[in-house]
């Protein structure tokens, strides 16, 4: 019983993945691999109303590139150690939160904005996002929500987007 359930869950993930994949515009795929002609492997995701988002791996790194529906490069977001952000990024970082024991670091290289740093973190029931510029400036710090009330409201989302 329990293969049968796998198999059904993996069947439905892999029709899943093929649906994303034949709704994502064209314009949009061409661009991505104009940009990163070396992967061949991809995962499309609808980030919002107008813009997709491709998981990927580059050069065994775990990505992310988000584009327009018009096919426009808006971001790159790659995985990175603590280790590997700007000396200026990790003592701002440190000076305002301390060690964090459960930290996620990414890089992320913008249409718009050139480069920033985004650290996740776990604060308390909560997690929260602190964006850094290269030099060290805090740009943004968001609270978000415990990783159940995200996941409530990413259900609700979800529904009223099927009202559209």
Known sequence: MNKIIILA????????TLHATDVTPKDVQSAFHNKFPSVKDVKW??????EYEAEFMLDGIKATANFSDDGKWIETETEIGF??????VQTAFQKMHG??????????ETATQ???FELEFR???KNDEVFFSED????EHKKKLSEKDEEEEEDEDDDE???D
């Open 161 to 163: 987007e099927g009202n």
């Open 9 to 16: 869950l993996a069947f439905c993930f892999a029709v899943a």
């Open 114 to 116: 050139s480069i920033l």
């Open 45 to 50: 995701g609808k980030e919002n109303a107008h």
């Open 99 to 108: 060690k964090q024991k459960d930290l996620h670091a990414a890089k992320i």
């Open 123 to 125: 604060n308390g029931t």
């Open 83 to 88: 280790e590997k952000l700007p000396i200026a």
């Open 136 to 139: 060290g400036k805090m740009i």
